[in-house]
């Protein structure tokens, strides 16, 4: 059974028809002992009737005149034995070229793949025709590389000769006549000659990837290192954070069982004293009423003597309760103790926005306030905005202000203003009019050198240049300074240098009983530049100082919508 199988296999490929790849269907054979089905070698002969010369499709035999077509019976009879076996055609012959294969050049008729192509010749060549290349001497010295679409690129379409060269003046791709004519005197060199260069370029260029891949994977580890510790960090604190809430808020319950009882324990008490005083008073009350019966009884006797008689029993009262003995302590114990709870809140409210102010800023910004302080966005802070003006009374002489107080304007010269006991005399700064408390927003647009946007107490000095009468240069004021190239904030003479986004326009926000001070940087965004926390013991004023005296130089408080 076994050598049959294998006989029947060879038999299978031997009655297989090479045009159509598949069992001879009406089998002929041609004079050349080749077959084929009669409607395949028909259509191929059809194409070649111009020519009136017939060839065969694997071997190249020509025959004249066309050959008559008989049925060969012999081969027809095994086709059928096979399909009654139930055998199918064999696989395609896989050495013949298909349609993405590159195709052997010497092959005539059907064409077989190509095994390797010669970039010398240039042609690509099958298994057969490529041996050549193997054995001749002369042959051995070709280039041969894997098979090739594009070997008609290597030739140069001028001189129709394989190209060689490299004209490193063009950066092109030439052939031996080239220099002579069109590429004459140019800097030419073989093409192994500039592969070489190029190789060793690329090597370097491979190497400096593979350095920058190395570096760029450590970089990734270590961000990933430092993305694992942000995510363990961050688990830590909020596990911790939990716990410690945890605990607070078991505190307070505790607490505020602790209040609930003490509270329940003088209700009883003081119910368990109106109680007894209660009885005592109904007690007395039913003796009264015993008594005005009496009383009543005795008043309708007709028999004086009789009343006489009678009347020294009855009409002695005894003593009545006193009623100062019978007050209940007043209500106001309970309110008081809601007003200790309610001034704990706030104490503990404060406590924990003062503490986290201290922590919510250090290299970058942490955004969970606790509570949150300050709105998010310019819309928020606007429903704190406050219309500022300025106090003539306050203006340096040199100051020009206009636009209903809200401008002030550096001059040339001294403004006829008269003498007044508030005027800053020799600092180029004035104040608001109006006082500031609870929670304020306010910007300021400036133009020319320099503005120092500012806020004072009241009592700030203003006669003479001392730094008493400066703002920022005292204990009195603070200021942030601003140009057209950097901010620093000034306090009680000591200047701090402030990061952040230039702008012509200064958001101030104020939150006085929070002690809170924050200045911004307004254009499409608004940026924190900087904040304090302290204790505002008194009203504040805004102020603005035009620092450099230059004329035309302005600062405007703006009118918020």
């Not at 059907?110 to 099958?126: E, G, I, M, N, Q």
């Not at 220099?179 to 690329?202: F, I, W």
């Not at 995510?231 to 410690?244: G, M, N, Q, R």
């Not at 730094?467 to 603070?478: A, I, L, P, Q, T």
Request: net charge positive; charged share 25%.
């Amino acid at each position: 059974m076994e050598q049959k199988g294998v006989q029947l296999d060879q038999e299978t490929f031997s009655l297989l028809c090479l045009i159509c790849l598949d069992l001879l269907k009406d089998p002929v054979t041609i004079p050349c002992g080749h077959s084929y089905c009669m409607s395949c070698i028909t259509n191929f002969w059809n194409g070649e009737d111009q020519r009136k010369v017939y060839s065969c499709p694997q071997c190249s035999a020509t025959f004249t005149p066309r050959p008559v077509l008989v049925k060969n019976d012999m081969l027809a009879d095994l086709v059928e034995q096979l399909k009654e076996t139930g055998l199918q055609a064999a696989p395609a012959d896989h050495c013949y070229a298909g349609p993405e294969d590159v195709a052997c050049d010497v092959c005539t008729g059907r064409k077989r793949k190509a095994l390797k192509s010669c970039l010398t010749c240039p042609a690509s060549y099958c298994k057969n025709h490529i041996q050549p290349h193997y054995d001749a001497p002369p042959l051995k010295k070709h280039k041969l590389v894997d098979p090739s679409r594009k070997l008609q690129e290597n030739i140069c379409s001028r001189h129709d000769e394989v190209m060689k060269m490299f004209c490193r003046t063009d950066q092109q791709i030439i052939c031996y006549s080239c220099p002579v004519d069109e590429h004459k005197g140019h800097d030419t060199v073989s093409a192994a000659v500039e592969r070489t260069e190029k190789q060793r370029e690329l090597e370097v260029s491979r190497q400096n990837i593979q350095q920058r891949i190395q570096d760029r994977e450590k970089d990734v580890k270590l961000l990933q290192q430092k993305l694992e510790a942000v995510s363990l960090s961050a688990d830590k604190a909020v596990e911790d954070s939990e716990k410690i809430f945890t605990e607070l808020i078991h505190l307070i319950q505790k607490r505020s069982s602790d209040v609930k009882q003490q509270i329940r324990s003088q209700q009883e008490t003081e119910v368990s004293r109106v109680k007894v005083n209660m009885k005592k008073l109904e007690l007395e009350i039913t003796q009264l009423k015993r008594k005005d019966a009496g009383l009543k009884k005795l008043s309708h006797i007709e028999d004086h003597v009789q009343f006489l008689h009678n009347y020294p029993s009855l009409s002695k009262l005894s003593a009545s309760t006193n009623s100062s003995s019978i007050n209940i302590r007043p209500l106001r114990y309970f309110e008081d103790v809601t007003a200790a709870v309610s001034e704990l809140r706030d104490e503990l409210q404060e406590i924990l926005r003062e503490r986290w102010t201290k922590t919510s800023r250090t290299g970058t910004e942490v955004e969970v306030l606790l509570p949150q302080l300050e709105p998010k966005t310019r819309a928020g802070f606007l429903r704190y905005s406050r219309e500022i003006t300025l106090d003539p009374n306050t203006a340096n002489p040199l100051l020009l202000l206009s636009e209903g107080n809200r401008k002030a304007e550096a001059m040339q010269k001294q403004q006829p203003y008269s003498s007044h006991p508030d005027r800053f005399t020799n600092w180029c700064q004035v104040l608001s009019s109006e006082s500031l408390t609870g929670r304020c927003y306010w910007e300021v647009e400036w133009r020319g050198g320099g503005v120092r946007v500012a806020v004072a107490y009241k009592d700030i000095s203003r006669d003479g240049g001392s730094n008493e009468c400066g703002f920022g240069f005292n204990d009195k004021s603070c200021a942030l300074y601003c140009d057209n190239k950097s901010y620093h904030f000034l306090f009680n003479n000591i200047k701090t240098p402030v990061l952040g986004p230039c702008s012509s326009r200064v958001g101030v926000h104020l939150d006085h009983k929070a002690g809170i001070l924050s200045f911004y940087s307004v254009s499409e965004t608004m940026t924190l530049l900087h904040r304090i926390k302290t204790k505002f013991t008194r009203p504040l004023h805004a102020g603005i100082c035009l620092c450099y005296y230059s004329s035309g130089d302005t600062a405007e408080f703006c009118k918020l919508k």
